[in-house]
């Protein structure tokens, strides 16, 4: 398998120059290393993309994907990995996608530890739809719908993260691309849910490059949930001169995945599939 | 004996009326009866008045009625709501105090404490006080007893029900007593699911719906399937795309409201071509409407639903054999045609149990349309008739998209592309309109007057039921929407001399399907108060319209 081609030749319709770049770079590299490596099976990985600018990712990719619907990219890896547990299942969502229009999907697959990695691409604006305000961006991003600025406070999505029990958080920036990297390859490697909050500037519609490049600093990772929690909270996606973004990452444990407890033992297209009419019949005899 | 006896069962949520419904109508079946068991009950877990009819005959009996020769009543609200329809000579049998004559009084109170039971004996003693009263063997009785209820107690309390009460008239057993098939529509959708070679049911509760979850989970493990309940009805609808797409042969269920929820996947369904079967049991009025009643109002929302132009597969099957085949058939095309499937059922089908003297084996085998291992692929590889076989991830790298795609499934803007996939996915449902118009029952005719009467889905019950008292007139029940039986329908209006459409909503959405296809406007009777109609009703309106005076 070592031949094939990770990348299509699909032409990239990304702004030139955008961030979206390093995240498919990044996860190029760390596929075909993991792969090397006899980690994984680039036959069994699918990549499940949602809708705004990151969704472009799946054209490309050569490997399996599932450009989904707006917000439900979680969902449908939810379904493709309880249908094969052999899969390596990657979602590529957005800030917009994830957490506006899919948030209740977001919380409750890290409640059931299903065994998916989340990449958020978060611009923190709807880039695709010309930048308007989405959950993560800051008080006072002017967008063409808040000329005035953003009046509401942003989510942090971290700390919902870890209250809704996800079994790996962290956080990313695409100008730390060897630390991206590494994250990427930890939460791709990780059993159960992972979830990475990439710090992705729009350079178009919100370029927070150099804030966040000044305000951004590795960690290692928390000794206990608390001190993650804590940590967390550091920054709150507002954009002020005190901020201070940590990135790292905040929390990894072990626990059942969705598919262990449901007690999914075979992959379901293999199964042989045999009438049992007689049996069924016996069901509802008077 | 008489055509049919109807007997009702009321009292409050909770008191137990459906289970003894079930074995009272179970039990007459093992005698040789065919019995039918309509469901009526409010939005509440107890209290308020629920009432459940069990109507049965020594000859195959579809529908209830709401005249009642027998009433059982576990309160005496039951009495006071019912009192107009009690037949002349009904026989009440209860514990109340009340001033009716035919009365078999049961002192339930005395026999639960006697036997230091819970007070939901109170059925099984009326129950055996039934048995006595028509002269019954009561060893049919406990055997149904003791398959239905865990409680020894029933055992005891329909014996002494049995002796307390007092022989009224001697019903004639049916001569031949062979073996029958008793179920309701839920069991009849679940068990066609297993036949399919169901992996995984994903479903959010929802009423009429949920009782294929409860079933379906009940038989996790006997037949090896997952029953998934996920946060919404979104999730459910995408989570089953992926898992379709990933090898799993799935189904999803709900009613009228998470089946809006789920109109986008549907759409996603029809431009990502991943099988999708879709168990929608209506329920009644727009909204929340009510719950737990029964309407056949969202024909046009199956038929409509998801944007964009995408084939799909309705199918409306009237009474519990016919969908346990239905549902098979919704497996096999689905899958087969990489299309949405959708069983369109309602509450009163869902929950009403039926009798059937034979189960013949289906003729469709399972197949779940993999390609293995392909050498050279392409999701959406063009065909001659439009449709691309599947592989799956692992065999294959599958790309599928929401976008519009080109073959490979890369996304694509061409207006040439986008023309031929567009023509790809219509034309696909042009092979399998051939398939099933060669294959299968779309559409069946009952008796032989020079009249018609035509419905579809659950209303099929009683209009059987009505036909033999309807002077010249035959039934159409028309069970595939889409595709939609044309020429049978065109045909069979064609050749009658009056033609009426009976359907269970307010605004003949049967009657404008038909128009569509053939052109023909055809007068209606309909109703929409959620409940299903009864042949009594279907009797006296057609008369009234052959009158000039609906």
Known sequence: MADIEIRSNYRITWCPGCFNNVILNSFEKVLSELEKGGKIDLKKIVVVAGIGCHGKISDYLNISTFNALHGRAIPTALGIKLANKELKVVCFVGDGDTYAEGLDHLIHAARYNVDIKVFVHNNQNFALTVGQSTPTSEKGFKSKVRPEGEREEPINPLS???????????????????????????????????????????????????????????????????????????????????????????????????????????????????EKFDELIKEVIA | MKMKINVLIGGKAGEGIDASSQILAKSLTKLGFYSFVYRDYGSFITGGHNFNVISFSEKPVYSHELSFDVVIALDENTIQIHKKEFKPRCLLISDVETSYRRYIKINAKEIIEKINAKPIVKNSIFLGAFFKAFDLPLNFLLETIKEKLKDEKNIEAAKLGYEYSRKVEKLQLPKEKKEKFFFDGTTAVGLGAIYSGLDIYFAYPMTPATPLLHYLSSKREKYGIKTIQLENEIAVANAALGASYAGATCMIGTSGGGFDLMCEAMSLQGMTEIPLVVYFAQRASPSTGMPTYTMQSDLKL????????????????????????????????????????????????????????????????????????????????????????????????????????????????????????????MKKFKALEKEVSEKFEMAKIYGNGENLIISFGSTKGAILDALPYLKNFRFLHIIYISPFPKKIVKEEIERSKRKII????????????????????????????????????????VKRWLSGRY
Not at chain 2, 526 to 540: A, M, N
Request: proline residues 3%.
């Open chain 1, 160 to 274: 919902l993260m870890l209250a809704s029990k996800a079994s790996f958080v962290a956080r990313a920036f695409v100008l730390e691309k060897e630390h991206l990297e590494k994250i990427m390859r930890e939460a791709i490697l990780h059993k159960g849910f992972s979830f990475v909050d990439i710090l992705q500037p729009c350079i178009v519609f919100h370029n927070t490059a150099r804030f966040i490049s000044e305000h951004a600093y590795k960690i290692e990772k928390p000794k206990s949930f608390e001190e993650a929690l804590k940590l967390s909270l550091e920054w709150d996606y507002n954009l002020e001169e005190k901020s201070k973004i940590p990135i790292g990452i905040f929390w990894s444990e072990e626990r059942e995945t969705f598919e262990e407890k449901e007690g999914i033992e075979e992959v379901f297209y293999r199964r042989k599939k045999e």
């Open chain 2, 302 to 425: 199956a038929l409509n639903c998801g944007h964009g132009e995408f084939p799909r597969v309705v199918i409306a099957p009237g009474d519990a054999k016919e969908a346990f085949y239905k549902t098979i058939e919704a497996f096999y095309l689905a899958y087969k045609y990489n299309v949405l499937s959708i069983i369109l059922s309602d509450k009163h089908l869902a929950e009403s149990f039926y009798t059937f003297d034979s189960f013949e084996e289906p003729e469709i085998k399972v197949e779940n349309f993999i390609l293995k291992n392909p050498k050279s692929f392409k999701t959406y590889s063009l065909t001659q008739d439009g449709v691309s076989i599947r592989s799956v991830p692992g065999e294959a790298f599958v790309k599928v998209n929401s976008y519009e795609h080109d073959e490979y499934g890369f996304t694509t803007e061409d207006k040439k592309v986008a023309k031929v996939m567009q023509e790809k996915r």
């Open chain 2, 502 to 541: 009976i359907e269970n909503n307010a605004s003949g959405q049967l009657g404008s399907i038909i128009r569509e296809n053939t052109g023909v406007e055809i007068e209606e009777i309909l109703k929409y108060d959620g409940r299903p109609f009864t042949s009594e009703e279907i009797v006296f309106n």
